[in-house]
């Protein structure tokens, strides 16, 4: 089965600063896809970025960017010029796609999460 | 808004009951995921639906079940509730045949399950 490890339960960053949360999973897959999304106090899951295994480029979306390293099972999302509402507990996710004729089973597993804190 | 919708965003019960949680997935997307959010366990997958078909199943137990109808609209059923289950419900939805990246999940508002 794989794991999804956040060893940092929490964090902050002071507002336009940069932060890095890691994540760490383990899997003896080759062809998967890992995610990151916040939950906001409002609760909502919300997409980040994702990345697929087989591209090495490392994914970006504006101020979010990822260093993907497949060796090391690593995946961290760093966060450019914080904003007050990056305030949020994020989630690091790991899809392996299990195939069935027709269509297959994405679901999703996910680590404990971090919770950051931007400082105004 | 990811056009995922949930109802009811709060659900207050007792325990030995039954309640029904509902979740329409975005246009065209044929997959819908449940998700638990408790405290202790995280986030967890409980149950993936297909055009009607369950597809795959996780940590959910017996008394619960879900389905599927024709108009891709999915309900969790939550029986002889317990305290233990006070949750956050998501339901997600992917398009379900493309593969790859595609399948990425969206997210619903959830529901906020409290057992008294």
């Known amino acids: 089965a794989q794991t999804v490890t956040q060893s940092q339960p929490e964090m902050s960053v002071q507002e336009a600063e940069t932060v890095t949360l890691s994540c760490t999973y383990d899997?003896?897959?080759?062809?998967?896809?890992l995610f990151w999304y916040k939950q906001p106090p409002s609760r909502q899951m919300i997409l980040v970025i994702r990345?697929?295994?087989?591209?090495?480029q490392n994914a970006t979306e504006n101020r979010f960017s990822v260093n993907f390293q497949k060796a090391a099972k690593s995946f961290s999302l760093k966060i450019s010029d914080s904003q007050l509402g990056d305030t949020a507990m994020y989630f690091c996710?790991?899809?392996?796609?299990?195939?069935?004729?027709?269509?297959?089973?994405?679901?999703?597993?996910f680590g404990k999460g971090t919770k950051l804190s931007v400082i105004p | 808004d990811s056009g995922v919708t949930q109802t009811p965003k709060h659900l207050i019960t007792a325990t030995g009951q039954r309640v029904t949680l509902r979740c329409s997935p975005r246009?065209?997307?044929?997959?819908v995921y449940w998700y638990q959010q408790s405290l202790d366990q995280g986030l967890q997958f409980l149950i993936q639906?297909?055009?009607?078909?369950?597809?795959a199943k996780g940590n959910i137990l017996e008394r619960f079940s879900a389905q599927q109808f024709p108009d891709l609209h999915s309900e969790l059923n939550l029986s002889s509730l317990e305290l233990g289950d006070s949750a956050l419900y998501f339901c997600?939805?992917?398009?379900?045949?493309?593969?790859?990246?595609?399948?990425?999940?969206?997210f619903g508002p959830g529901t906020r399950l409290l057992v008294l």
């Open positions: 997600a939805s992917s398009v379900g045949t493309s593969g790859g990246v595609q399948e990425t999940q969206y």
């Open positions: 899997t003896s897959e080759s062809n998967y896809y």
């Open positions: 990345q697929e295994a087989y591209k090495q």
């Open positions: 996710a790991f899809m392996k796609p299990l195939l069935y004729s027709g269509a297959g089973s994405y679901q999703l597993t």
């Open positions: 246009s065209g997307d044929l997959s």
């Open positions: 639906y297909y055009n009607g078909e369950e597809r």
